[in-house]
């Protein structure tokens, strides 16, 4: 039989995809399952996987490399689709297409598969990144090719002598993995029917956060986060650590109408409580460390950075050109910033960094200040002098009456 490595949750859809594959399609199953937090149990995965069928069972803890290679970066690239969501799911995607390349070429595999249907963002995500990877191997994506229903997959397993316990699941579609948890369909396909209280399992109602907030310090290094209170972390520990903080919070919650590549639009609901703090703490070194015009154009970069990571296209000469920019950019990002959290929120209030741009002397009204003000009004002619100019040969005439009194006295009267 020709092997095939799937991508593997262990959950009902990818659990009769190894029977499906197996018996539909004649392959002999490698089940994959790529750990990025939040994975079930190694026991239960191998114990189902097998009982489905699969010949072998494989669990990678991708979930350093994530935060290292995918989240991080992300989160130094100012990366959040549509100013909202922090891309959880689709930062998982390319890294798994690369590791079900990888086993797939040491398991001498001639085909991959996912559980992806056929109307989502991360069937895109999936099949682009492994064909930009390996043309060679074949794709099957057996939900896409014949969706079930809950119901018939139970069925379909039990007619093939395959006997789990399934756990009872809620209405909702969800995806989770350390750097966030995404959460569609049921109820929430109503866009105007608040996401009911079970929707959110990773973040208490913020309304029953505690009165008392909390205050959380986090050091970057080079725009990527390395400290909490002072302790150095490992990327897995610090962002567990702030989830976990946040969630007590119920800080980093999302509710989002958001635009799918293939065109639909869709509401979905985030948890994201690390990523909600990181995205706020790293926005307030950087402020300290760049200059105007490189928070400008990353700005620019960063909403084309979100854009390229929702829509799949992680594997390309386009994001090498990006991440080479956003990068350089954080060679200074660098310093500590204290944040409070509180019912929900999270606000900056102080940071500091060995390579800060803010000059208090500069800054100061108080009398040992250095700014020199009289080359204030030499600056101000100068910068003023292009719109004195057009104004005057241009625009007089047109000005509405309400900005022609505006004018300066002096150009008004002549
Ligand atoms: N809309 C998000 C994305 O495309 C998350 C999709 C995750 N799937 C889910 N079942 N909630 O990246």
């Not at 959880?88 to 085909?111: F, N, Q, S, W």
């Not at 007590?248 to 609901?269: M, P, Q, T």
């Not at 928070?295 to 950075?305: F, N, S, T, V």
């Amino acid at each position: 039989m020709p092997k095939l490595v799937l991508a593997y949750s262990g959950g009902l859809d990818t659990t009769t995809a190894i029977t499906w594959l197996k018996k539909e399609r004649g392959y002999d199953v490698i089940a994959l399952n790529i750990d990025v937090g939040m994975s079930r149990e190694q026991a239960v995965l191998e114990e189902r996987g097998l009982a489905a069928g699969a010949s072998k069972v494989i669990v990678e803890d991708a979930r350093e490399d994530f935060l290292r290679y995918f989240a991080f970066p992300a989160l130094a690239g100012g990366a959040l689709y549509q100013d909202a969501y922090p891309l959880a799911t689709a930062l998982a995607r390319p890294l798994m297409a690369k590791l079900l390349v990888d086993i797939a070429h040491g398991e001498g595999a001639v085909a991959v598969a996912h559980g992806c249907t056929g109307k989502g963002n991360d069937q895109v995500r999936f099949d682009v990144g492994i064909r930009t990877l390996d043309p060679a191997l074949e794709i099957v994506a057996p939900t896409r090719e014949e969706a079930m229903s809950r119901e018939a997959e139970i069925e379909y397993l039990q007619e093939n002598g395959i006997a789990i316990a399934w756990e009872v699941k809620g209405s909702f579609s969800i995806d989770e993995n350390i750097w966030g948890r995404s959460v569609e369909a049921g109820v929430l396909e109503d866009p105007w029917m608040a996401p009911p209280p079970e929707a959110y399992v990773w973040t208490i109602d913020p309304e029953d956060a505690p009165n008392e907030g909390v205050d959380v310090s986090i050091g970057f290094e080079e725009g990527f986060p390395t400290t909490v209170d002072g302790e150095l972390l490992s990327p897995v520990e610090l962002v567990e650590r702030l989830n976990e903080i946040g969630g007590a919070h119920g800080v980093g919650r999302v509710d989002h109408v958001e635009d799918r590549l293939v065109g639909i639009k869709s509401r979905e609901i985030y948890e994201a409580p690390a990523a909600t703090i990181l995205f706020a703490g790293h926005k307030a070194i950087e402020a300290l460390t760049l200059s105007k015009q490189q928070l400008r154009l990353k700005r620019q970069i960063a909403a084309e950075y979100a854009e390229l990571i929702y829509d799949g296209l992680w594997f390309s000469a386009h994001h090498q050109d990006l991440a080479a920019y956003m990068l350089s950019t954080q060679r200074f990002v660098s310093g500590e910033v204290r944040l409070r959290l509180h019912r929900g929120s999270v606000t900056v209030t102080g940071r500091r960094a060995n390579s800060s741009l803010y000059n208090r002397s500069l800054a100061t009204y108080d009398r040992d200040d250095a700014f020199d003000h009289e080359s204030a009004v030499g600056f101000i002619d100068i910068w003023g002098l292009q719109t004195r100019v057009q104004a005057r040969q241009q625009l007089l005439d047109q000005l509405p009456e309400a900005l022609r009194i505006a004018q300066p006295r002096e150009e008004a009267s002549q």
